[in-house]
């Protein structure tokens, strides 16, 4: 009888440790997009739950079987997975910021194509600069920096412990506002390319009053976009390189904030 109690209670820890695995690895750019199949996702995260559960310790309190209390701890699983994937979510979503920006300075604000991770009509530019971005994510090794942070969860907020506390919000807020400087970096030197081309076109149209500014602004503000953009991958490489480097601090007082409320 004690043997098959410790096995449910382990079978338990599996369990929650696989929904807050599950949870933050579906916020994973390109594994948590809808190209990839729920079969594909259902077994990462199961596997990599059965690695952490033998070396994630947390013991569950008495009254664990009670449905009041599954419920409560399933749901404080899911505010972690939400919170931490969230964060990490807002690292692409300021590259998406960048690329729409693009593409309306440019002008291929029009020009818009299905993008095959968010499923929802995304402009050239901002597919563009979402696989490069993609592609750099994995090659400074990001996905292994949400790997840590999921383990790392669970020292701090063991299971039925998250807590909203008060300064979450105000670091949430700070995330975002940090996800809209970060997405203007990214397109700053496009966009300040194109606001000289616009201003020498009005300057231009104001002395040859003959030209048809409307459709000869349209190829030279999109060579000198394409132009200054592939010149100023070094930037947008290094850009994008520190703000992921840095969500390790951010997603680490998120933490301390859910463990602590």
């Known amino acids: 009888m004690l043997q098959w109690d410790i096995a449910i209670q382990q ?10 695995t599950a949870v933050i690895l579906s916020a994973l750019p390109l594994l948590g997009g809808r190209i990839v199949p729920k079969r594909i996702k259902i077994g990462l995260a199961a596997a990599i739950s059965v690695i952490l559960t033998p070396v994630v310790t947390f013991t569950l309190p008495p009254n664990w079987l009670e449905p009041a209390h599954l419920v409560m701890a399933l749901g404080s699983e899911i505010l972690v997975g939400l919170v931490l994937g969230f964060a990490m979510r807002l690292v692409m ?24 991770v968010s499923q929802v009509q995304t402009p050239v530019f ?5 696989v ?5 994510y994995f090659q400074i090794d990001g996905h292994l920096l949400v790997l840590l942070a999921l383990g790392s969860s669970f020292q701090l907020i063991p299971p039925f412990g998250a807590h909203l506390s008060g300064p979450l919000l105000p670091d949430v807020t700070g995330l975002v ?8 970096r990214l397109a700053f030197p496009v966009m300040a390319a194109t606001f000289l081309v ?19 602004s349209f190829p030279i503000t999109i060579g000198v976009g394409l132009l ?16 992921v480097l840095g969500m390790e601090v951010i997603l680490w007082e998120l933490l301390q904030g859910l463990g602590h409320g």
């Open 11 to 20: 079978a338990w820890q599996f369990v929650v440790v696989l929904v807050r």
């Open 93 to 116: 979503a300021a590259v998406e910021l960048a690329g729409n920006v693009l593409g309306f300075q440019v002008g291929f604000a029009m020009a818009n194509v299905l993008d095959p």
């Open 126 to 130: 901002g597919q563009l600069m979402t």
């Open 132 to 136: 490069l971005a993609t592609l750099l």
């Open 177 to 184: 506002q940090r996800t809209y400087e970060t997405g203007m």
């Open 198 to 216: 616009h201003i020498t076109m009005g300057v231009l149209g104001r002395l040859v009053p003959q030209m048809n500014m409307l459709l000869t």
């Open 228 to 243: 200054v953009l592939g010149l100023g991958l070094p930037f947008f490489a290094l850009v994008f390189q520190e703000s």
